[in-house]
């Protein structure tokens, strides 16, 4: 696995396949690990790399240092080190606060870029939901015992997919406790002046199913990044990705095509 150097942490990627650069970003619950479906699907058609954000998986930080303010710089180094032009980057949950502010400061980094449940640092009243998902996850950093119903997973999925939700559960337990509750610190927030520019395609998908941000968070971040488009998963909740593989593959892979990323089915 490779690894990279960075101010108060040793960051871990994986690397599979050949084609254009797709990069996967996860969110607070898991790690690289979790994108395994996707890795499955894309690296038949792209080079996918999936990265350990600091203080989850492979990559080990200063747990006291930890906060999201450096994680655009940490995708920044990885794309240094790994692509050789513009990327697809798909950002899930918490992983949006990597990809949306480097696509708004260096978006020639980028050819399109999928955020995935998450209310995105785009500023706005959906950030109320934030309070909500940072203490929930917190109480499950700490080791506390979190139902999967309140980290978005649907009753459908818990029922029917017991071996998927123990898998996410080990996924879990390899990361750092670090504290995830400065998400919702002021500076990290991109207001609209912050956007004047943007100019990086944008799709911003949800699962309506979603009770740990609420069913409209998706569609009421995407009204705050200039052309964005939305997408709604009508029987996923808070990790579409990981419940309906083959739905949410499809989706980002139409929309990266769309953008010139990775070949046209229609030529």
Same mark, same amino acid.
């Not at 989850?56 to 180094?77: I, M, N, V, Y």
């Not at 934030?130 to 109480?139: D, M």
């Not at 996923?236 to 593989?245: A, I, K, L, M, N």
């Given at each position: ?117 998450? $209310? %995105?640092?785009?500023? =706005?009243?959906?950030?109320?939901? !934030? ?8 109480? @499950? /950093? ?58 990086? $395609? %944008?799709?911003?998908? =949800?699962?309506?199913?979603?009770? !740990? ?8 971040? @995407? /009204? ?44």
């Amino acid at each position: 696995m490779p690894y990279i150097d960075v101010p108060d942490a040793r960051l871990r990627y994986d690397v599979t396949g050949e084609g254009p650069l797709l990069v996967f970003v996860h969110g607070a619950g898991a790690n690289a690990t979790v994108f395994f479906q996707q890795v499955a699907h894309f690296a038949r058609n792209y080079r996918v790399l999936c990265m350990d954000m600091r203080g989850f998986g492979g990559s080990l930080c200063k747990a006291e240092t930890f906060h999201q303010r450096w994680f655009p710089d940490d995708l920044a180094r990885i794309l240094d080190a790994e692509a050789d032009g513009p990327a697809g980057v798909v950002c899930q949950s918490m992983g949006a606060w990597a990809g949306l502010p480097l696509a708004v400061r260096e978006p020639e980094r980028f050819r399109a870029l999928v955020l995935s449940g998450s $209310p %995105t640092p785009a500023y =706005g009243p959906h950030h109320a939901s !934030l309070t909500n998902v940072s203490n929930t996850f917190k109480r @499950a /950093g700490a080791g506390e015992k979190v139902a999967p119903t309140q980290l978005g997973f649907t009753e459908h999925f818990v029922a029917n997919r017991p071996d998927l939700i123990a898998l996410y559960q080990m996924l879990a337990r390899q990361n750092q406790k670090v504290d995830t509750s400065h998400i919702t610190d002021p500076e990290l927030r991109l207001m609209p002046e912050h956007f004047a520019d943007y100019r990086v $395609p %944008t799709l911003v998908m =949800g699962g309506l199913q979603n009770k !740990l941000l609420g069913a409209e968070t998706h569609k009421i971040a @995407a /009204g705050f990044i200039p052309g964005a488009q939305v997408y709604t998963f009508p029987d996923s909740g808070h990790s579409s990705y990981f419940e309906e593989p083959a739905h949410y593959n499809r989706v980002v892979e139409e929309f990266f095509r769309q953008h010139g990323h990775g070949e046209d089915k229609g030529q």
